[in-house]
């Protein structure tokens, strides 16, 4: 790549976390694939774990360059840690490319690090904020903090009508809302996301005008997104991207192979496949459930099972899989695995990655959300898009075997099966016409490649946003 021409260099920092690094990464890549050069700036302990072609990786500290945030453990001293070294880092990561051919002249930052666009500006370049999850949750708590919505919100305070949204109930709540006190430090962070975005030059999400359009719309005077996702690999939606088959990060070694051997053996749409991804920590009990639910439900199926979460599997189960109605694996490659002709239904706990995921691939999918914005995805899942069913808890917060059942065999077999198949393939092409060549994301990332290439100093040129 010496000597080559840029149109700019964007500086793309994500949260170091495997569902925030993958939309990042991808949006580097696809930045890249317009001629924009591209670098992740990640933690020293994630840095090995990325490999992506034309972009380059630049390791910066969180303070914690051994462990992360499990040599931390704590949310409110890591988060510290990460703003007072993260900045420092970031700075002089900045410099090192000033008297180059290409300095940066962009900071594309996790919208969770709000601390990096004071960078930004300490160096007079351009900063935008990339919000991670659903336009619907961005409208939530963008009202919270700006005191339009109180927390906590009680059950007779629902349902919840906000502009752009349909009527939110209790159970479709985040679950910060409901709680506020259960993770302090979180709820905390997802509502600094807002506090200076008034002076960022570019707000993304990643999400798509077709299916969050209206929400986006509902908030655009306090967060004027830019929508620009699904930031899914080219090979599984437009295919413009020659070789972008995986996001090209991975914190555990994916066992792929072996899985596709495994569905190679199957018949078509028959397998189940299940992930809670990479942090959710289900109880023994709700595990215990989940086993047996598949095992009665008499589908083939894969289940990611983390070595962390091994030790909650029922005595006895894994042996009772090896019939070869089931495979049990501790990490693979998700997309690989949902693009398989074998896999016809996908049990997940609603992150919005896999979310996105399951639309861009067209699957039919079974929620079973923990916390957090899971709980919000899930509603839309079911009674939004029409691509699937969120399996109810029982009286204890758990779903049950039979529930599960029930849910797959509606998923899989019967009547309704055929309608959510037809909204999961209306969805598919909805998100692969949103990226392809003149598709609306598409569209908004031109826009601020364009404006990348003719300045490289803040004040330079028109600030695309309007609103700033």
Not at 216 to 233: F, H, N, R, Y
């Amino acid at each position: 790549m010496e000597g080559k021409e840029y149109g700019g260099h964007v500086v793309v920092l994500p949260y170091p976390s495997q569902g925030h690094i993958n939309p990042l990464l991808q949006f580097a890549k696809r930045l890249s694939s317009k001629g924009v050069k591209a670098t992740l700036a990640t933690t020293h302990y994630t840095v090995n774990s990325i490999s992506a072609a034309n972009i380059g990786v630049e390791p910066i500290s969180d303070g914690f360059d051994q462990g992360g945030f499990a040599q931390a453990q704590n949310e409110d001293l890591y988060l510290k840690s990460f703003k007072a070294n993260g900045s420092r880092t970031l700075s002089e990561l900045i410099k090192k490319y000033q008297n180059t051919s290409s300095p940066v002249n962009c900071v594309v930052y996790d919208s969770f690090l709000p601390w990096a666009l004071d960078v930004a500006r300490e160096h007079d370049i351009h900063a935008a904020s990339f919000f991670t999850n659903s336009a619907t949750v961005c409208a939530i708590f963008c009202r919270i903090h700006y005191g339009m919505l109180a927390l906590p919100v009680k059950m007779e305070d629902t349902p919840l009508l906000v502009p752009g949204l349909p009527p939110l109930n209790f159970p479709d709540l985040p679950s910060f809302l409901k709680a506020p006190e259960s993770y302090p430090a979180y709820l905390a962070m997802k509502l600094s996301q807002y506090s200076n975005l008034e002076r960022t030059d570019w707000i993304f999400a990643n999400t798509f005008e077709g299916l969050e359009g209206e929400a986006a719309k509902g908030i655009s005077e306090l967060w004027p997104g830019k929508l620009i996702g699904p930031m899914v690999p080219s090979a599984y939606l437009d295919g413009r991207m020659e070789g972008d088959k995986g996001y090209g990060a991975s914190l555990w070694k994916p066992l792929s192979h072996e899985c596709i051997k495994w569905l190679e053996t199957k018949p078509p749409e028959s397998v189940v496949y299940v992930s809670f991804g990479s942090m959710v920590s289900l109880s023994a009990k709700q595990m215990e459930e989940i086993a047996w639910g598949l095992k009665a439900s008499n589908f083939h199926f894969l289940w990611v099972v983390k070595e962390s979460e091994s030790s909650k599997l029922p005595e006895g189960f894994i042996d009772s899989t090896k019939d070869q109605k089931g495979l049990i694996v501790t990490w693979c490659n998700q997309l690989e695995m949902l693009a398989h002709r074998a896999i016809g239904c996908f049990v997940t706990h609603c992150g919005w990655n896999s979310t996105l995921e399951g639309l861009s691939l067209g699957l039919p999918m079974i929620g079973v959300p923990q916390w957090s914005d899971q709980l919000t995805n899930a509603k839309f899942i079911e009674e939004i898009w029409g691509v699937g069913f969120r399996a109810k808890e029982d009286e204890k917060g758990i779903v049950s075997r039979e529930e599960l059942v029930l849910c797959l065999k509606e998923a899989m077999e019967e009547e309704r099966s055929k309608e959510i198949r037809k909204n999961a393939s209306k969805w598919k092409e909805l998100a692969k016409k949103a990226v392809s060549e003149g598709g609306s994301s598409d569209k908004c990332i031109d826009e601020f490649v364009e404006h990348l290439k003719c300045t490289n100093k803040r004040g330079e040129g028109k600030n695309l946003n309007g609103h700033f």
